[in-house]
């Protein structure tokens, strides 16, 4: 996935593969392809990259204090020994459009976390290769291909928009693949790749439960006028609506819209009591405002990527209020998620940027990963690797909030690579801020 709606820092230099020495229901449609956030994300990252966007780094929302428990949340020390466990990463860091370059100083951290508190993977420790993308498909394919000849026994994928293209490799060459989702039906059918999002949760599920929860009758979904967007919004979405029983009405809105009156007078005027907002920040800006200015009263939720500070600045906290929003990781509030990773960041890492959403993802992944990997002793190659995550048991995310996921193929089985139903929301406060995360439709994954 990927959340370029972040500003570049202007850090282009492209960096070499490098190693990091360090001690609800199961059934969707199968018709349809499924869009999952990573294409919509990738769109909105193109809408931003054309001035459309904002200049800030996301949910920069200030970190929680590691104090409460902070010298036990870490764990016990259990030092990984022998001979290392080869894992690669695989990042976009600095693209044209964003930096994901803290995800590497995170992925760093990490692994020093899961050597020395974790036992790494089997007993052994955990050595990282890390391979930038720069958000090129081109150099995407050639991590994958990399990775293939350094022998990797796995590799872990970051928010990214070219994911598939560092994926074929990989997927070809029967080395197991974690990462948060993606879109690509090949990707979601494979059974050496593993996902820890659900691809539909935060464009459909989410506006659904959120009926439910208020007891609403009727949706209108507004959405910014790209294909990837688009598809979920038109192509999955109604007869899913219908099926709950709610009523649901899409309202496309070409990107760049600054007022949007004339689109809200419309939602008003079919008696929607919800509203559910697909795009970026600048385009959530417009969409709220323009609710505002026609007397709309009724509930608002949205995508994560509406969210930022820009949002904030231009939207009355007072509006902001309530809105329920989905999320990918629960940064901020303080909990016991944002004290392990605040801890693990300030323990084992140099200068991590704690407010980057996409970085405490590749901590969720790479920690998932670890656990997902309990039960595995003896030879560590990819097959054992691939074997012991479709046999463990349902687990907690590390870092997720209470989130559990299971990869034996049967959470949706027409996309086996899926690990997890439902996903984490949360509720605004006065200051546009989350308040709390909470989790839905996390259904237990039968055996």
């Known amino acids: 996935m990927s959340y370029p709606w972040r500003s570049a820092s202007g850090r282009t230099p492209e960096q070499p593969l490098r190693p990091v020495a360090s001690t609800q229901s199961s059934t969707r449609p199968t018709a349809l392809r499924l869009t999952g956030v990573a294409v919509l994300a990738a769109s909105l990252a193109f809408v931003s990259a054309c001035g459309g966007g904002s200049d800030d780094k996301g949910d920069s929302t200030p970190a929680a204090s590691a104090s409460a428990g ?37 992925v760093e951290a990490t692994t020093k976390y899961l050597n020395e508190h974790k036992s790494g993977i089997a007993g052994r420790p955990i050595e990282v290769t890390i391979c930038e993308t720069l958000g090129d498909l081109s150099k995407a394919g050639d991590c994958g291909n990399q990775m293939v000849e350094k022998g990797v026994s796995a590799v872990l994928i970051g928010t990214s928009g070219v994911v598939e293209a560092a994926w074929k490799p990989l997927n070809d060459a029967k080395i197991p693949v974690m ?21 539909e949760f935060p464009v459909i599920d989410l506006p659904i439960q959120v009926a439910k929860d208020k007891g609403n009758k009727k949706v209108s979904a ?4 790209v294909p990837a967007a688009l598809h979920s919004a038109q192509d999955i979405a109604p007869p899913l609506f219908q099926k709950a029983g709610i009523g649901y009405n899409l309202v496309r809105v070409a990107p760049g819209t600054a007022d949007m009156t004339p689109q809200m007078q419309q939602i008003v005027s079919n008696k929607s009591d919800e509203v559910f907002i697909i795009g970026n920040d600048s385009f959530c800006i417009s969409a709220i405002n323009g609710l505002k200015a026609v007397g709309f ?46 801890k693990v960041a300030e323990t084992y890492g140099k200068d991590v940027d704690l407010s980057f959403q996409d970085s405490m993802i590749m901590f969720m992944i790479m920690s998932g990963f670890q656990a997902s990997l309990d039960g595995l002793s003896g030879d560590v190659t990819p097959a054992t690797i691939t074997a012991a995550i479709k ?17 034996n193929g049967k959470a949706y089985p027409a996309t086996p690579a899926v690990c997890v139903r439902g996903g984490l929301t949360t509720t605004l406060d006065s200051k546009g801020k989350p308040a709390e995360y909470k989790v839905l439709g996390n259904t237990p994954i039968e055996g």
């Open 70 to 106: 902070a010298d036990d949340i870490l764990g016990p020390v259990a030092k990984a020994t022998g001979a290392a466990v080869k894992i690669g990463v695989i990042t976009d860091g600095a693209s044209p459009t964003a930096d994901h370059t803290n995800d590497n100083k995170v």
């Open 179 to 199: 990462l948060y989702g993606s879109s690509d039906p090949a990707l979601l059918a494979s059974t050496t790749t593993f996902s820890l999002g659900d691809p």
């Open 222 to 225: 507004i959405v910014i006028d």
């Open 297 to 342: 009263t009724g509930t608002i939720s949205a995508i994560s990527q509406c969210i930022t500070d820009s949002t904030r600045k231009a939207v009355p906290g007072a509006t902001l209020k309530g809105m329920v929003v989905s999320a990918t990781a629960p940064l901020g509030p303080d909990s016991p998620s944002m004290q392990l990773y605040t």
């Open 391 to 407: 046999a463990m048991k349902e687990t907690e995310v590390p870092g997720g909030a209470g989130l559990k996921f299971r990869c």
